[in-house]
């Protein structure tokens, strides 16, 4: 079985065959869930062969214990994490936002057992739910409790057939989007 999550900014992933099942974390209802480093405690939804977090990272430090620094991208050499612009609630809603230096990093952001997964892995998610064209809505929150339109063509498209319940945390620096794109 595969185990993939997603985390903020990079839309990135964490996948691992050969981990053992998720265990519930206190306080998390309905499925299996499984806890990072720092105590924070994400669901999981199984989509076809892979087992997805369905929650963007919160995470504050490495694997090892390292802390990830906060300093608002002042570089891509060194790895640092953010929260869309700079609002704590935000954090809680859509997770932290990473740059690629903490995901390549070799200290490891996923939870034990996930990793980060390859874009064949995401192509295996995307086929599985009907091909590009289709995927993103089976994977988005439906309605507009987090999500804003421009248009009600859009919105049908928000089915969540998936269970994934994708939020619009926008994109990286300058924090853009937030609420119309999951990028």
Known sequence: MKKLLLLALLVVGCDNSTAPEPEDCTGVSGGNSVEDIDGNC???VQIGE???MAEN?????????????NDD???TEEGQYGVYDNDPANADIYGNLYNWA??????????EGFHVPSDAEYT???DYLGGESVAGGKMKEAGLDHWNYYSDDITEEATNESGFTGL?????????SMGRFAY
Not at 57 to 69: P, Q
Not at 102 to 111: A, E, L, S
Not at 168 to 176: A, C, F, L, V
């Open 42 to 44: 994400y669901s999981t």
């Open 50 to 52: 892979q087992l997805w």
């Open 57 to 69: 990272l919160k995470v504050i430090h490495y694997n090892n214990g390292d802390e990830i620094t």
């Open 73 to 75: 991208w002042g570089s």
């Open 102 to 111: 903490v995901v390549d990093d070799d200290r490891g952001v996923c939870p």
């Open 124 to 126: 295996v998610l995307t």
């Open 168 to 176: 619009p945390g926008g994109g990286g620096p300058p924090y853009g």
